[in-house]
């Protein structure tokens, strides 16, 4: 990755929510030195397994963002990476903007120190640094766990903050303490619990007729996704089986194909993986308009995975930057392990994954095996082509470098490809548009009828499959989308053949779209004779 000026915007540029992962909560920054036990404490406090922790000095490097519970009352805690305000490297240099980005959007900072060894420069700048912040500080003494180290204490007074707390994050020692002291100083509610059940309740009581006509279609709906996540669809209880299916998805056979309504507050997430310096840090500050992730020239900057939530055009994104993924043989600190193993664990957790490729690089093994993490996962998939001016600038083109990707992703053939850079902000507007198509079509549910109608015409000689594999379809049904699901109904207990299945997928994406999406087919022997 290259280093960066202030991004370069191209088309409407996104608004920037409150910090992730809540909106308008209090905020509460954890500073200090590296390896003093900051990201412990944060795991502690938000009860998660967000920051990667070790015994390695500099993990964590960008603001990392997570929701604590203090008495009822939700805040959220940012962890920062280790500071070191004198050091002129690049990585310490980024570092301290981001803490200092954290420290003026907090309502109260915890400065955390090692209470096992003697308080060191670093120390004693940062206190300087956080008193002239003008806003509330505790000072955490950490890794205390005997009474010898209680009765040293004396020196950390004389940093000048109070009160100073003897905490051992790792064994949840002393920090009731420190939620009991913050608790105060936490603004006001808005609404008590007890008024917000009951302006709940008159909602119930007043929601029209229609509307619990539609919560039951959904319960219905849900029901029907449950089913399928096990591996089965609803039975016919009566009649046919495919009206019977047409029956169950709630009336959508006047409505052949449509898109399932993501909500209101619906949030589609976003994950930006890809190997170590192609541009995946880059690319999340020119989407979110700000420095919200470090980049730089050294392979490997991003370890935790660093979240951020926009809004553009009235739509929501949570945009998720993962550390580079490496080969195993290539990871040599457990930083850099457990960097990949998290990384991969925010893909599970996203709908759309950008697969960042480096065009001055070309396409390599390693972009196949990451895409392949993705397509596994069934998520939908847009692949991202960085860097394309520095690829231009070196006579490539477009159409044979897409070709070239189309060659090397074939398990990819439904997604789409852009191209842009990052760092100078062209093609952002593209990106936008194919990360709105690729989630919508995610949702694209078609009723039964269609279905069936289009399995009629269907001509699966095609498929070059053995006699003694084939199958009797007596019907398919979707039941389930993000990603899309369908069952078939067959004749014989026996897996379809890989033929079968990539025919089929291609007439249902000929067919109704679901372009960038991939698509899921099971099973099911049906009862018929």
Request: proline letters at 6%; a positive charge.
């Amino acid at each position: 990755m290259r280093t960066e000026g202030r991004p370069v915007r191209s088309g409407e540029a996104p608004a920037v929510l409150a910090p992730p992962p809540a909106e308008n909560l209090p905020v509460i920054a954890i500073v200090g030195r590296p390896n003093v036990g900051k990201s412990t404490l944060f795991n502690r406090l938000t009860r998660t397994r967000r920051s990667i922790v070790g015994d390695e000095p500099g993990i964590t490097r960008d603001r990392i963002y997570g929701v604590a519970e203090f008495e009822g009352r939700r805040v959220t805690v940012v962890d920062t990476g280790g500071i070191l305000p004198d050091d002129p490297e690049i990585i310490p240099e980024a570092i301290y903007r981001q803490a200092r980005v954290a420290i003026e959007e907090a309502l109260a900072i915890l400065f955390v120190v090692d209470g096992r060894t003697p308080l060191a420069a670093p120390d004693l700048q940062l206190a300087q640094l956080l008193l002239r912040s003008g806003k509330p500080v505790l000072l955490l003494v950490n890794k205390i766990e005997t009474d010898q180290q209680l009765r040293d204490l004396g020196p950390y007074y004389e940093l000048g903050l109070q009160p100073v707390f003897p905490v051992s994050a790792e064994h949840n020692h002393g920090l009731e303490e420190v939620r009991d002291y913050l608790r105060p100083l936490l603004p006001p509610e808005e609404f008590a619990a007890d008024e917000q059940a009951s302006a709940a309740a008159l909602v119930s009581e007043e929601r029209p007729r229609g509307s619990q006509r539609s919560l039951r279609r959904a319960a219905r709906a849900a029901a029907a996704t449950a089913e399928a996540e096990k591996g089965v669809a609803p039975l016919p209880e009566g009649g046919s089986g495919a009206a019977h299916e047409a029956t169950e998805a709630g009336g959508e056979e006047r409505r052949p194909s449509a898109i399932v309504a993501a909500g209101a507050d619906a949030i589609c997430s976003i994950a930006i993986i890809g190997r170590p310096n192609v541009g995946k840090s880059t690319l999340l500050n020119q989407l979110t308009g700000e420095e919200r992730s470090i980049v730089s020239d050294i392979a490997g900057t991003t370890r935790d995975a660093v979240d951020a939530l926009i809004e553009r055009s009235g739509r929501r994104y949570r945009l998720i930057d993962t550390a580079g993924i490496r080969r195993k043989g290539k990871t040599k600190l457990m930083a850099e392990k457990l960097s990949v193993v998290m990384a991969r664990k925010h893909l599970e957790q996203a709908d759309v994954a950008l697969i960042v490729l480096d065009a001055s690089e070309g396409v390599v093994a390693l972009d196949a095996t990451i895409a392949g993490y993705a397509s596994e996962g069934y998520k939908s998939c847009v692949l991202v082509v960085n860097k394309w001016d520095l690829a231009q600038e070196r006579g490539l083109e477009r159409k044979e470098f897409e070709q070239l990707v189309r060659d090397r992703f074939k398990f990819l053939a439904f997604a789409p490809v852009v191209f842009l850079s990052a760092q100078r902000g062209q093609g952002m507007g593209r990106l936008f548009t194919e990360i709105d198509k690729v989630a919508r079509e995610r949702r694209r549910r078609v009723s039964t009828a269609e279905l069936n109608r289009f399995l009629a015409v269907a001509d699966f000689d095609r498929a070059p499959v053995p006699i003694s594999l084939r199958l009797r379809i007596y019907y398919i049904s979707q039941v389930a989308v993000s990603p899309p699901t369908f069952v078939l109904f067959v004749d014989k207990a026996r897996p379809l053949h890989f033929s079968y299945q990539r025919y089929l997928e291609n007439q249902l994406r000929r067919a109704f779209g679901f372009a960038g999406t991939p698509i899921l087919i099971k099973t099911k022997v049906s009862g018929r004779k």
